[in-house]
């Protein structure tokens, strides 16, 4: 009798597989490259979500638009998509997840986008990718950046036009260089990483005391502080090695650089890794 059940069983399943279809793997069409352009919504507080699975993501500023570009593809899966619902507005690449995202082959996905100059609150989340931002001259009152392996080149060449609360970034085993970051004005810069190489560069016109926490993995972190501005960095973590150029004092468990104006005030831990603090 179990013998019987068990034949039963597996003649079920075999009729089940049979009647399965593989879905197929999408395969890449011709490079298609369209407009994206999205107007100011109407609201108090506008918050803009770009949400990018892989490729090569270009930000400027000078859009009348909120957001005003191009993208360029080859599947027809990626073709944005925009989502508004009141304030929030999302572009976001096709409805594919990112795990999804290694199995296209030759993928060309490239955003070129230009960002409007009135106050949002803006969101980046992305994969592995290629990105250069350059943030100078907008109205970010506030800024996340989230993605996993990719190499980033961010600035502000220009002093952001309002007070920005938050600057939080989150990112995998990246290769990440951020330039002018006091320009930013911001009064919190929360910098989260894991294994890689991380160049933070705080120059431009600091406006205003602020807080910065560094957290990383095995990783090598520059960080940059013009000569004359003040400055107190508290290392966390027994396992980092640090070195301090001419102007950065030991004080403590710190290092200490005196200048004049405003105040940023650092915070490091580090699980293992090289930390350089340099003008």
Request: charged share 15%; with cysteine; net charge negative.
């Given at each position: 009798?179990?013998?019987?059940?068990?034949?039963?069983?597996?003649?079920?399943?075999?009729?089940?597989?049979?009647?399965?279809?593989?879905?197929?793997?999408?395969?890449?069409?011709?490079?298609?490259?369209?407009?994206?352009?999205?107007?100011?919504?109407?609201?108090?507080?506008?918050?803009?979500?770009?949400n990018?699975?892989?490729?090569?993501?270009?930000?400027?500023?000078?859009?009348?638009?909120?957001?005003?570009?191009?993208?360029?593809?080859?599947?027809?899966?990626?073709?944005?998509?925009?989502?508004?619902?009141g304030?929030?507005?999302?572009?976001?690449?096709?409805?594919?997840?990112?795990?999804?995202?290694?199995?296209?082959?030759?993928?060309?996905?490239?955003?070129?986008?230009?960002?409007?100059?009135?106050?949002?609150?803006l969101?980046?989340?992305?994969?592995?990718?290629?990105?250069?931002?350059?943030?100078?001259?907008?109205?970010?009152?506030?800024?996340?950046?989230e993605?996993?392996?990719?190499?980033?080149?961010?600035?502000?060449?220009e002093?952001?036009?309002?007070?920005?609360?938050?600057?939080?970034?989150?990112?995998?085993?990246?290769?990440?260089?951020?330039?002018?970051?006091?320009?930013?004005?911001?009064?919190?810069?929360?910098?989260?990483?894991?294994?890689?190489?991380?160049?933070?560069?705080?120059?431009?016109?600091?406006?205003?005391?602020?807080?910065?926490k560094?957290?990383?993995?095995?990783?090598?972190?520059?960080?940059?502080?013009?000569?004359?501005?003040?400055?107190?960095?508290t290392?966390?973590?027994?396992?980092?090695?640090?070195?301090?150029?001419?102007?950065?004092?030991?004080?403590?468990?710190?290092?200490?650089?005196?200048?004049?104006?405003?105040?940023?005030?650092?915070v490091?831990?580090?699980?293992?890794?090289?930390?350089?603090?340099?003008?």
């Amino acid at each position: 009798m179990r013998q019987l059940y068990v034949f039963i069983v597996v003649l079920a399943l075999a009729s089940l597989a049979c009647g399965i279809s593989v879905p197929k793997a999408p395969q890449p069409g011709p490079e298609v490259t369209e407009d994206i352009h999205v107007e100011y919504p109407d609201a108090s507080e506008v918050n803009l979500s770009l949400n990018f699975g892989a490729g090569e993501l270009n930000l400027n500023p000078g859009a009348d638009a909120l957001v005003d570009g191009t993208a360029t593809y080859n599947y027809s899966e990626v073709k944005p998509q925009i989502v508004t619902d009141g304030g929030n507005v999302e572009v976001k690449m096709g409805n594919l997840k990112f795990p999804t995202l290694p199995t296209l082959t030759d993928l060309k996905n490239t955003w070129d986008l230009k960002l409007g100059s009135q106050p949002v609150n803006l969101s980046i989340q992305s994969g592995a990718y290629d990105g250069t931002f350059e943030l100078g001259g907008l109205s970010l009152t506030n800024l996340s950046i989230e993605d996993g392996a990719s190499h980033v080149e961010l600035f502000f060449s220009e002093p952001n036009q309002v007070e920005m609360n938050t600057f939080r970034y989150t990112t995998g085993a990246s290769d990440v260089k951020l330039t002018g970051l006091a320009n930013a004005n911001f009064n919190l810069f929360d910098f989260s990483a894991g294994a890689g190489d991380y160049t933070l560069d705080f120059s431009g016109d600091l406006k205003r005391d602020a807080s910065i926490k560094i957290e990383t993995g095995l990783s090598n972190v520059i960080v940059i502080v013009p000569d004359g501005v003040n400055a107190m960095v508290t290392v966390e973590g027994g396992l980092s090695n640090v070195s301090a150029g001419s102007g950065w004092n030991r004080s403590g468990e710190g290092y200490r650089q005196d200048g004049e104006g405003p105040m940023l005030t650092f915070v490091v831990e580090m699980g293992a890794g090289n930390l350089t603090l340099t003008h």
